[in-house]
């Protein structure tokens, strides 16, 4: 399959409205797994163009990139790796490297019983009452996600904070009334090495040190890859150590001992649930041939959008106030995984990769940017992802669906001047113009009946099978980032600048570091 002949497909099902393509796809576009429906009506695609997707998927061996996964083999070159976040998940023993890292959830999950029943305490003997998160990026959205979404599961005896951010307001916040002698610092860093961890790790011990003194390891709990840097930080004391596996990519963490939080402070159901879900979805992408398999259809999808119908951007709304923080999570996942230029062989990639991924919660970006998506003049697709967080009343639930329904319908079939008009004769035409929506706006619908640990689980792990298989179609390797290390370099370059100890090499630079040194 030639990128000529599938952006010759592109150009075809791009000429036709939206509103026909869809409705001639209506009942036959929808896929389910693990309790999840995803319907894929609402695309510029047609049985051309899906067969030739097919194609590529098999001329790109998406078959055999799933079950090299699976065989932990070496999918991550540059660091030479596997890839085993499926591993942290699996509910059954596995052989070698995988089950060496399976275990170390189930000893996560162990360390948190014990934390959660008393019987690992504070240094006065007391029960923890307090956790306090500290971590980025994949040791920290993770966590945050599920705390949030499951936050009426926690433990009324346990407050739980996470602090991220080098600004100090961050850990100043996660402490405030907080009392020293009966919190636990939960630090998660998989390398041991982000300044940001270090640098709030390092203040969170002096403000336990201010009240227990040198029983403030008693406080600590590290969760890293690089043991050594830890017993190093924590110098002559003992502190509690948990293993995060060289083999699982930070932003692909959440199922780990990274969640110890989660694992201590939520319902032990939340946790055991949400693993047991990533597992069915994981069968689901191992043993489902590619026409079916959602990990498959969704990753050609992104595919299709960003790089032969050129979508720079995918929209990500959860109507659901469980999945407020979704996109925020899904945007490391998919833009640090595969925003990207070169492949692992140093050669480009294909000439467009992944795309913008932004959202929020529905129905509450209606009330924002969704003017924006209706009217304004960038077309991208929008994911609704319809998973009530409460049943308790049926008739927000049935709300919630109709907004979702019609935000979807809206986007896709638009509104004529003619419609317009019709519907209200005597707008003059200035405003009735006003009143149209283009549409053509493609949407895909993922569902399900209410969103429990079990279908979150399914739904992250989808999205990471997604985010690798699509990686495979941009010829970009998915599991390393070596994006984010030219600034972390550069900003210890300039630190002695804003000190006034140097000049800047860029004058813009130099401009700027007296600005905000004001
Ligand atoms: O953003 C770069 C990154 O390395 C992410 O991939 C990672 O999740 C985050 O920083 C934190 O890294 P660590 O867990 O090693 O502190």
């Keep these: 399959m030639t990128t000529e002949k599938l952006n010759a497909l592109a150009v075809a099902a791009r000429s036709n409205p939206l509103r026909s393509v869809a409705a001639e796809r209506a009942g036959k576009a929808a896929l389910q797994a693990a309790g999840w429906t995803v319907d894929l009506s609402r695309h510029y695609l047609d049985e051309a163009a ?31 790796r596997a890839a085993l976040h499926w591993a942290l998940r699996s509910q059954t023993p596995q052989i070698g490297l995988a089950e060496t890292v399976r275990v170390t959830t189930e000893v996560a999950l162990k360390v948190a019983g014990r934390l959660a029943n008393g019987e690992i305490t504070a240094s006065s003997g007391a029960s923890f009452e307090a956790i306090v998160h500290i971590g980025i990026g994949g040791s920290d959205f993770g966590p945050r996600l599920v705390a949030d979404a499951f936050a009426d599961t926690q433990s009324r005896n346990m407050t739980v904070r996470f602090c991220a951010n080098l600004d100090p307001f961050d850990l100043e916040m996660a402490l405030d009334g907080l009392d020293p002698r009966t919190t636990l610092v939960i630090g998660i860093s998989k390398s041991f090495g982000t300044e940001e961890t270090l640098y709030n790790l390092t203040r969170a011990r002096d403000w336990l040190k201010a009240s227990v003194g040198e029983a403030w390891s008693k406080h600590m709990a590290l969760v890293t890859a690089n043991r050594t840097r830890a017993l190093d930080w924590l110098g002559a004391s003992d502190g509690l150590i948990l293993d995060l596996p060289e083999s699982v990519g930070g932003r692909f963490s959440i199922w780990s001992a990274g969640s110890l939080a989660c694992m201590t402070a939520l319902a032990p159901h939340v946790c055991k649930d949400f ?41 990500v709304l959860g109507y659901s106030r469980r999945l407020r923080m979704l996109s925020t999570y899904l945007q490391q996942l998919e833009m640090e995984s595969n925003g990207k230029s070169i492949g692992p062989d140093g050669q480009p990639s294909a000439p467009v990769t992944a795309p913008l991924v932004w959202g929020g919660e529905g129905t509450i970006g209606q009330h924002s940017y969704h003017q924006w998506l209706h009217q304004g003049t960038h077309i991208m697709p929008t994911e609704f992802i319809v998973a009530p967080g409460s049943l308790t009343d049926p008739h927000g639930v049935l709300a919630l669906k109709a907004h979702a329904l019609a935000q979807a319908e809206v986007l896709a079939n638009g509104r004529s001047f003619e419609e317009v008009k019709s519907e209200e004769p005597d707008l003059e035409d200035h405003i009735a113009a006003q009143k149209v929506h283009a549409g053509g706006r493609p949407s895909t619908v993922l569902s399900a009946p209410t969103l429990t640990p079990h279908a979150l689980g399914a739904l992250i792990a989808l999205y990471e099978h997604r985010t690798y298989l699509a990686g495979v179609l941009w010829g970009v390797n998915s599991f390393d980032q070596w994006g984010v290390e030219r600034g972390k370099t550069m900003a210890a370059r300039l630190k002695p600048v804003l000190r006034g100890e140097s000049v800047a090499d860029d004058p813009v630079t130099g401009q700027l570091a007296k600005q905000v040194s004001r």
């Design 50 to 80: 899906d067969a030739a997707l097919l194609e590529l998927a098999s001329e790109r061996a998406l078959s055999e990139a799933i079950s090299r996964l699976f065989s932990a083999e070496i999918v991550n070159p540059s660091e030479n």
């Design 275 to 315: 693993l047991e879900g990533a597992a069915e979805m994981d069968a689901h992408v191992q043993s489902t041939p590619l026409s079916d398999n959602l990990a498959v259809r969704l990753a050609l999808l992104d595919y299709w959008n960003a790089s032969c119908l050129g979508f720079g951007a995918r929209v």
